[in-house]
Protein backbone atom coordinates (compact mmCIF):
# COMPACT_ATOMS: atom_id res chain seq x y z
CA UNK A 1 0.00 0.00 0.00
CA UNK A 2 1.39 3.35 -0.81
CA UNK A 3 0.06 6.84 -0.21
CA UNK A 4 0.27 9.74 -1.84
CA UNK A 5 0.14 13.12 -0.46
CA UNK A 6 0.50 16.33 -3.38
CA UNK A 7 1.29 19.69 -2.47
CA UNK A 8 2.11 22.76 -4.02
CA UNK A 9 -0.85 23.89 -5.99
CA UNK A 10 -2.56 27.54 -6.01
CA UNK A 11 -2.84 30.29 -8.19
CA UNK A 12 -0.40 32.09 -10.54
CA UNK A 13 -0.18 34.09 -13.32
CA UNK A 14 0.94 33.55 -17.24
CA UNK A 15 4.32 33.22 -17.11
CA UNK A 16 5.07 32.33 -13.66
CA UNK A 17 6.70 29.04 -12.05
CA UNK A 18 5.03 26.58 -9.38
CA UNK A 19 6.69 23.53 -8.01
CA UNK A 20 4.39 20.61 -6.87
CA UNK A 21 5.54 18.15 -4.58
CA UNK A 22 3.87 14.63 -3.61
CA UNK A 23 4.97 12.63 -0.75
CA UNK A 24 4.59 8.83 -0.35
CA UNK A 25 4.93 6.90 2.35
CA UNK A 26 5.85 3.24 1.82
CA UNK A 27 9.93 1.70 2.43
CA UNK A 28 9.22 0.35 -1.36
CA UNK A 29 8.57 4.00 -3.14
CA UNK A 30 12.00 3.44 -5.08
CA UNK A 31 11.15 0.60 -7.39
CA UNK A 32 7.50 2.38 -8.46
CA UNK A 33 7.48 4.45 -11.42
CA UNK A 34 6.28 7.68 -10.94
CA UNK A 35 3.79 10.48 -12.69
CA UNK A 36 2.20 13.43 -12.71
CA UNK A 37 -1.08 13.31 -14.69
CA UNK A 38 -4.07 16.36 -14.92
CA UNK A 39 -7.25 17.01 -15.28
CA UNK A 40 -9.17 19.75 -16.64
CA UNK A 41 -12.66 20.54 -16.28
CA UNK A 42 -14.39 18.29 -18.90
CA UNK A 43 -11.33 16.79 -20.21
CA UNK A 44 -9.98 13.30 -19.58
CA UNK A 45 -6.71 12.77 -17.03
CA UNK A 46 -3.32 12.84 -19.08
CA UNK A 47 -0.23 12.64 -18.53
CA UNK A 48 2.25 15.06 -17.59
CA UNK A 49 5.28 13.84 -16.56
CA UNK A 50 6.76 10.70 -15.66
CA UNK A 51 10.03 9.30 -14.31
CA UNK A 52 10.53 5.78 -14.00
CA UNK A 53 12.03 3.71 -11.03
CA UNK A 54 15.58 3.98 -12.86
CA UNK A 55 15.00 8.01 -13.48
CA UNK A 56 13.91 7.73 -17.02
CA UNK A 57 11.75 10.32 -17.85
CA UNK A 58 9.12 11.58 -20.34
CA UNK A 59 6.86 14.69 -20.74
CA UNK A 60 3.64 15.29 -22.96
CA UNK A 61 4.86 17.22 -25.87
CA UNK A 62 2.87 20.18 -24.53
CA UNK A 63 5.22 20.77 -21.46
CA UNK A 64 7.98 19.74 -22.76
CA UNK A 65 10.92 22.55 -22.09
CA UNK A 66 8.69 23.99 -19.76
CA UNK A 67 8.44 21.04 -16.80
CA UNK A 68 11.08 19.44 -15.06
CA UNK A 69 10.17 15.84 -13.03
CA UNK A 70 12.60 14.73 -10.56
CA UNK A 71 12.74 12.06 -7.20
CA UNK A 72 14.55 12.00 -4.41
CA UNK A 73 14.07 8.08 -3.05
CA UNK A 74 15.32 8.93 0.38
CA UNK A 75 12.51 11.57 0.85
CA UNK A 76 10.26 9.22 -0.71
CA UNK A 77 9.36 12.69 -2.46
CA UNK A 78 8.81 12.98 -6.45
CA UNK A 79 8.27 16.57 -7.50
CA UNK A 80 7.49 18.75 -10.82
CA UNK A 81 8.90 21.95 -11.27
CA UNK A 82 6.73 24.03 -14.03
CA UNK A 83 7.90 27.08 -15.56
CA UNK A 84 6.29 29.42 -18.43
CA UNK A 85 2.98 28.58 -17.16
CA UNK A 86 -0.21 29.26 -19.56
CA UNK A 87 -3.54 29.13 -18.86
CA UNK A 88 -4.20 25.93 -20.65
CA UNK A 89 -1.88 24.71 -17.76
CA UNK A 90 -4.94 24.85 -15.56
CA UNK A 91 -6.24 21.37 -13.96
CA UNK A 92 -6.01 19.39 -11.04
CA UNK A 93 -2.60 17.55 -10.73
CA UNK A 94 -2.63 14.13 -9.53
CA UNK A 95 0.65 12.01 -8.27
CA UNK A 96 0.67 8.56 -9.48
CA UNK A 97 2.68 5.48 -7.94
CA UNK A 98 2.77 2.52 -10.50
CA UNK A 99 4.42 -0.69 -10.42
CA UNK A 100 4.10 -4.43 -12.18
CA UNK A 101 5.20 -7.14 -10.10
CA UNK A 102 4.08 -11.30 -10.30
CA UNK A 103 2.09 -10.35 -12.66
CA UNK A 104 0.25 -7.81 -10.49
CA UNK A 105 -0.46 -3.93 -11.47
CA UNK A 106 -0.05 -2.06 -8.39
CA UNK A 107 -1.59 1.49 -9.09
CA UNK A 108 -1.98 4.43 -6.66
CA UNK A 109 -3.25 7.90 -6.44
CA UNK A 110 -3.36 10.87 -4.52
CA UNK A 111 -6.11 13.65 -3.90
CA UNK A 112 -5.35 15.75 -6.53
CA UNK A 113 -3.66 19.54 -5.84
CA UNK A 114 -5.38 22.80 -8.19
CA UNK A 115 -3.36 24.27 -10.39
CA UNK A 116 -4.74 27.67 -11.46
CA UNK A 117 -3.06 29.83 -14.66
CA UNK A 118 -4.68 33.20 -14.59
CA UNK A 119 -4.02 37.06 -14.84
Known amino acids: QVQLVESGGGLVQPGGSLRLSCAAS????????MAWYRQAPGKQRELVAG???????NYADSVKGRFTISRDNAKNMVNLQMNSLKPEDTAVYYC?????????????WGQGTQVTVSS
Open 96 to 108: NAHRVTGGIVYDY
Open 26 to 33: GSIFSRYD
Open 51 to 57: ITSGRTT
